[in-house]
């Protein structure tokens, strides 16, 4: 059974500080899926950032970045220089194909940065 | 020119009541799907369907049925509508299955039940 763990439920960062929010995940399939989603207070679900189980190399998309270690079952986003615009909801998801690719969600974590 | 779009935004009714939300999504993706955010932020899958075919149907009461009449549509309709309803629902679809390709997600809809 597929299994997303983000264990912080809040966390509170300084402007221009890096921060890394912790992403588990628990599948028996080789071939599977990363991707991570911030959700602002408008609500909205934004895409931020994709990493396939095969993937050699960590992932990143401007700022953001993925710290992929596959052996220990972790895919922990990176983001640089934080913005006040950072502040949000960030979900960790995984999808596998041997469950007719649905994309399941962790239980998310709430970013504030503090200006 | 929005890619995925959800009608209503908000929906406020009393219990008992019957409701739709409608989506479609104008990006020529095969997959559609319905997830629930209940007010912990938490978001479960619901259903997913690829090119009309339903593939997904999470344990989810009989009240709720999706249906989709094309492959850029997916609705989804609340019968005897209770409490534990309430949530933001969210349409959203990608190119196909597989584990590459992500989600893009409708705005979502609050429904409120009193």
């Known amino acids: 059974a597929q299994k997303i763990t983000q264990t912080q439920p809040g966390m509170f960062v300084q402007e221009k500080e890096a921060v890394t929010l912790d992403c588990t995940y628990d599948?028996?399939?080789?071939?599977?899926?990363l991707f991570w989603y911030k959700q602002p207070s408008s609500g909205e679900m934004i895409f931020l950032i994709y990493?396939?189980?095969?993937?050699?190399q960590n992932a990143t998309e401007g700022r953001y970045s993925l710290n992929f270690q596959k052996a220990r079952k972790s895919a922990n986003l990176v983001i640089s220089a934080s913005q006040l615009g950072d502040s949000a909801m960030y979900f960790c998801?995984?999808?596998?194909?041997?469950?007719?690719?649905?994309?399941?969600f962790g239980s998310g974590t709430r970013l504030s940065i503090r200006p | 020119d929005t890619a995925v779009s959800q009608t209503p935004k908000y929906l406020v009714t009393q219990m008992g009541n019957d409701k739709s939300i409608k989506c479609e999504q104008n990006l020529g993706h095969d997959t559609m799907y319905w997830y629930k955010q209940d007010s912990k932020k938490f978001l479960k899958i619901m259903f997913s369907?690829?090119?009309?075919?339903?593939?997904i149907n999470e344990t989810v009461p009989n009240r709720f049925s999706p249906k989709s009449p094309d492959k850029a549509h997916l609705n989804l309709h609340i019968n005897s509508l209770e409490l534990g309803d309430s949530a933001v629902y969210f349409c959203?679809?990608?190119?196909?299955?597989?584990?590459?390709?992500?989600?893009?997600f409708g705005e979502g809809s609050r429904l409120t039940v009193l």
């Open positions: 599948t028996s399939d080789p071939s599977y899926g």
């Open positions: 369907y690829n090119n009309k075919e339903l593939i």
């Open positions: 990493q396939g189980s095969y993937d050699q």
């Open positions: 959203a679809s990608s190119l196909k299955q597989g584990v590459t390709g992500e989600l893009f």
């Open positions: 998801a995984m999808r596998e194909p041997s469950s007719a690719s649905k994309i399941i």
